[in-house]
């Protein structure tokens, strides 16, 4: 293996046997070369590379086998086949306590994990300022671990395992169970361990989390890894096959619902509203863009302009931008629907996005099924650099899981600015400062 790589697998594969009763496991034992397990690969011929100093992030629904994978780096699984190599001090938070005795207190429990992970006595004595400054439990620190809760439990085991000087770090989902102020605490210090060329690992179903922090990510499905590549091309990779495998849900009727969404306070959209912009023109083709849903070409055309309905593609700071999403005719069955659209930045992280469900708008129930444009019309008060918009279509809930059309990167825009910038990230008008 060359120096520059943290970690090598190659056809990596690990299978369990399940038993469908207690006593086929003592036939099996007693009875050589006849099998009465059924075989269940959790892993299948993994391959993947990980440079020093590389953040790979491995995103996969639960039971995909990204557990099991990283417990094979860490060595605390050996695989069925192929071949796993290591260059370095490993450092993992797979499950919340694994490492730590619940009867010990928090400062034995440092010193006990620590010397699992490779610590001497020396270097966990001369750390354990820092290890209890970044873990701050305060007073807990001399009680059992038992009485903490889960928060503070993954405040210590983080602390601990940042502190040992890893060459790799793996996190399984460890952050999530943290407040926002210990997450970004964190985030902070794995860029720090990054600089100094720690190769990190991380499992997470958090997606700006992975567009923030990594260099890498692969898709594991049903223990193969099936694609590899950039975060900001992965991400909506796997958000498109999340959904997929809910294309044939059936999506709730307005039929059955009239008196559920009166109740719900929804504003109909009954003619042509005051201010509707008619769009120049249409973008109808999208070459080359992640699409996907049950119906696609619901969505036949989108639309960018000014508020004088012209095509444009640059907006300064602030300016009027006008969104019209033109939807072809369907089915009155899957109406209501749910139009919405986001802009995210050039690492793929959601700046801003709505839709008519988030808006409690939907259209009056004598037009559903016929053709319509819908019209996002709002301002830029965003950081000038260039952004992609997405648009969708999907059923009318706030956690809709039935797509019916979606659009990744259908177009993009360019938002400038022509004076001195005196903001950054989301631009506030009319700022005014007091002096006192």
Known sequence: MGEELAISLKNVSKCYKRYGRPVDKLKEVLLPGKNYAAEFWALRDVNLEIPKGETVGIIGQNGSGKSTLLQIIAGTLTPTTGDVLVNGRVSALLELGSGFNPEFTGRQNVFFNGRILGLSQEEIENKFDEIVAFADIGEFLDQPVKTYSSGMFVRLAFSVAINANPDILIVDEALAVGDIFFQQKCFKFLEKLREKGTAILLVSHDNQAILKLCDHAVILQHGQLTHSGQPSEIVPKYIELYYSQHTEESAPTILSQINTI?????????????????????????????????????????????????????????????????????????????????????????????????????????????????????????????????????????????????????????????????QSGICFPDIVVANV
């Open 262 to 422: 009166a109740e719900m306070g929804i504003d109909y959209i009954t003619d042509i509203p005051e201010g509707f912009v008619q769009p120049e023109n249409f973008i109808c083709e999208f070459p080359n863009k992640n699409r996907y849903g049950s119906m696609i070409g619901l969505i036949n055309g989108i639309s960018i302009s000014g508020i004088d309905g012209k095509i444009k593609k640059i907006f300064e700071v602030g300016e009027e931008f006008i969104l019209s999403v033109k939807i072809s005719s369907h089915q009155v069955e899957i109406c209501p629907l749910n139009i919405g659209f986001q802009i995210r930045d050039r690492l793929g992280q959601m700046i801003v996005g709505t839709n008519t469900c988030m808006l409690s708008l939907i259209i009056n129930q004598g037009k559903f099924g016929q053709p319509l444009i819908c019209q996002f019309q709002t301002k830029l008060p965003i950081y000038p650099q260039q952004y992609t918009i997405q648009v969708a279509v999907a059923e009318y809930e706030h956690d809709a899981k039935v797509i019916y059309d979606w659009i990744d990167n259908a177009t993009v825009i360019d938002v400038i600015s022509n004076s001195r910038l005196k």
